[in-house]
């Protein structure tokens, strides 16, 4: 499944290092603060190629992850069926409304149980990022103190900096859709558990898993929406399919 091997990987993972362009915030002629994107690449344990991006000092997957096996080559299940989904006790994938043609473009969704695997879905080197990784990405896009901590819909612009512009993907309107930031986030839907499990949101809304738990039977997650350019901050509940994007590790000093 979108697997490149051998010499059209290495020439794949060249290419995108070379479109660098850097991604600090600058000031433009008028005085204004903006955005300069740096972007480099990552691969995989099934060779998939991600673009990523760094944002502040964080350096994030600019693509939904999508493979299907741990790093140490275990596949990861893919139960289908909504019983099975409901009642997997460990880690699963699924793609929305189970086809496999959106995943090069939206990825696939795990439920929280593949998130924290010990055997690790990001790459080597990579992980999925922490409640309060999200935390210093949003203060970062300029989210006040007072509301990085809440739950809910949170900021002002800091979710259109993230959003994929456009209406091509996204529904209308898209509210303050930019991406200034490169983060090229679209909206892949989601696998809801609640009160019974179904797909929705395709075109309309994001979610992304943090590491985090936030109760007995649910861990913290983000989400974008086509109605607002805010960050939705909540507990979600583990079964849920989401959506992941990896965060490269900080360097212990």
């Known amino acids: 499944m979108f697997k490149y091997s051998g010499y059209l990987t290495a020439l794949v993972v060249a290419v995108v290092l070379l479109k660098t362009s850097g991604c600090e915030k600058d000031e433009d002629p ?3 603060e903006k955005l300069r994107i740096e972007t480099g690449a990552v691969m995989d344990a099934q060779e998939n190629v991600y673009v990523t991006v760094r944002i502040g000092d964080q350096w994030w997957m600019a693509e939904n992850l999508r493979v299907t096996v741990y790093n140490d080559g275990t596949e990861i299940p893919n139960p289908e069926d909504d019983n ?3 009642l997997a006790g460990e880690g699963a994938y699924v793609f929305y409304n189970n086809d496999r043609n959106l995943a090069g473009e939206f990825g696939a969704l795990y439920n929280w149980h593949a998130v924290v695997d010990e055997k690790g879905i990001c790459p080597a080197g990579w992980g999925v990022p922490s409640d309060g990784d999200w935390q210093e990405l949003e203060r970062y896009l300029g989210m006040n103190e007072d509301e990085v901590g809440l739950t809910g819909l949170r900021g ?3 979710g259109g900096m993230l959003k994929d512009t456009g209406i091509q993907i996204w529904s209308i309107p898209n509210v303050g859709a930019t991406n200034e930031t490169g983060f090229s986030a679209l909206p892949a839907g989601s696998r809801q558990v609640e009160p019974i499990v179904f797909f929705d949101f395709f075109t ?9 738990v936030s109760g007995d039977n649910n ?4 989400g974008l929406t086509f109605k607002t350019s805010g960050i939705f901050r909540d507990g979600a509940d583990k079964r849920s399919g989401y959506s992941v994007r990896c965060l490269k590790k900080q360097a212990t000093p």
């Not at 309309?204 to 985090?212: D, L």
């Not at 861990?219 to 983000?222: H, K």
């Open 204 to 212: 309309e809304e994001t979610y992304f898993w943090t590491s985090t």
């Open 219 to 222: 861990a913290w997650s983000r």
């Open 84 to 86: 099975e989904w409901m």
């Open 156 to 158: 002002d612009t800091e």
């Open 30 to 32: 008028n005085g204004d």
